[in-house]
């Protein structure tokens, strides 16, 4: 029995992979996961009312959707206005939904499977996905057979083509690429932290082991991965430091998780140096991971390559209009507009990809403004229907803010999972979003 379990929930971990990090096949181009998941979650959603196993759709789905639309209404505005085709954002409020109806199939999966889905179970299955990916990464750069079978099988990773990853030699897992996975796994180190804490007054607290293990995996392949993962690795490890110092309940407990981390870290160390000296591959692939720390240890600054790049990036309106409604842009008008007679910029419109930038000129303040409150309204109906985690929810909210600063991306993929749960004990007003 147990065995069978433990089957279902590996199964689990690959289902949420499927909708946390979705990807094409090759075989079926133009279905993601993400969207097959959704079209699930519409019946499974439409046969639990039907059973009355869960209640209409909640006030706070409908204000959501509302805000959403706005987004939405703001990109087809600015497209319109601006005489341009790149309607990018225009549908956002069907990407929202797309993500809930995938994120309904996997609290779902979870409820049948553990009985009950709370924010402890659904963070735990978000640790292993970014585990498996991590080890996912090192296993198709490692064998030529198994990357060689990925690529036959996968049409891309994360948003982005196989071809442009060998390319540029980065490493991928499956749907896990770039900026996209650095901002999640980023979302999920803070998870981490939090849960940690949590369980250390808990009899479960010997596991702490497991989420400190993860939590160097996810670090060190993560930011190999994408440089962005550091963002969550700061922000758990302030976390955590807080987290210690505020904590008053015991002595024995005020720093078990510090105590505890540093010994893994000594060991994570010793390793890292280890296949440092031994591997070239991993000597290379950690340094273009940790670079800003490398040029600090020997040249005194912090400098990486994608800093500088994107010092080159900041460029503003130099006019009213795009400062309200913006240019209608978002990608390179030259690859995909017969009527644009403008320059062909490298890269993104405008030769930027500073996410705020790129909102700014696609649609101007009036939608970076409401793709910002958009983006608060889910933070804090997650935080009101959560208040032991408010804290958690706040530090995604803030990674979000602080990714924008370098690529233009929304983690509303991890705010998604939570708004499908119903915290159990907290009586009738703590409903899930549909």
Aim: with cysteine; hydrophobic share 55%; aromatic share 16%.
């Amino acid at each position: 029995m147990k065995l069978l379990k433990l089957i279902a929930m590996l199964f689990l971990v690959v289902l949420t992979s499927m909708f946390f990090f979705p990807f094409e096949f090759t075989f079926l181009p133009g279905v993601n996961t993400k969207m097959a998941l959704a079209a699930v979650g519409l019946v499974l959603f439409a046969l639990d009312l039907a059973k009355g196993r869960t209640a209409s759709l909640s006030r706070p789905f409908f204000f959501l959707s509302f805000l959403a639309a706005l987004v939405s209404l703001a990109a087809f505005a600015s497209a319109v206005i601006n005489h341009t085709n790149d309607y990018t954002y225009a549908s956002y409020i069907v990407s929202m939904w797309v993500w809930m109806g995938g994120a309904y199939v996997v609290v779902s999966a979870i409820k049948w499977l553990h009985g009950e889905a709370t924010v402890e179970i659904v963070g735990n299955y978000l640790i292993a996905v970014c585990v498996m990916q991590c080890g996912l990464a090192i296993m198709i750069d490692t064998f030529p057979l198994f990357k060689e079978l990925v690529n036959q099988l996968v049409l891309g990773q994360g948003f982005v083509e196989n071809d442009a990853l060998e390319k540029a030699n980065r490493l991928y897992g499956i749907g896990c690429s770039l900026d996209v996975a650095g901002t999640r796994f980023s979302c999920v180190l803070v998870i981490l932290a939090f849960l940690s804490m949590k369980i250390v007054h808990t009899e479960k607290k010997q596991w702490i082991w497991l989420y400190l293990l993860s939590f160097f995996a996810i670090s060190v392949i993560g930011n190999i991965i994408a440089r962005t993962t550091i963002v969550g690795v700061g922000l758990a490890m302030l976390v955590w430091l807080i987290g210690a110092v505020a904590d008053r309940q015991a002595d024995g407990n005020r720093f078990f998780i510090l105590q505890r981390w540093i010994a893994v870290g000594i060991v994570a160390v010793i390793v890292c140096s280890v296949l440092y000296s031994e591997s070239p591959v991993f000597k290379d692939n950690f340094r273009f991971g940790f670079e800003g720390f490398f040029s600090l240890a020997e040249t005194g600054r912090w400098e990486t390559n994608s800093n500088n790049i994107l010092k080159n990036m900041i460029v503003f309106p130099d006019n009213l209009h795009t400062w309200i409604i913006g240019d209608g842009y978002l990608e390179n008008p030259f690859n995909r507009d017969m009527n644009y007679i403008g320059p062909n910029f490298g890269g993104y419109y405008m030769a930027t990809d500073i996410g705020y930038l790129r909102f700014l000129f696609y649609f101007g303040l009036v939608g970076l403004l409401l793709f910002c409150v958009y983006m608060v309204a889910c933070a804090n109906e997650l935080m009101k229907r959560f208040p032991a985690y408010s804290w958690m929810f706040f530090c995604i909210l803030l990674i979000n803010f602080i990714v924008w600063i370098k690529v233009s991306t929304d983690i509303f993929v991890v705010m998604a999972i939570f708004l499908c749960l119903r915290e159990p004990g907290n009586g009738e007003t703590e409903e899930s979003l549909l």
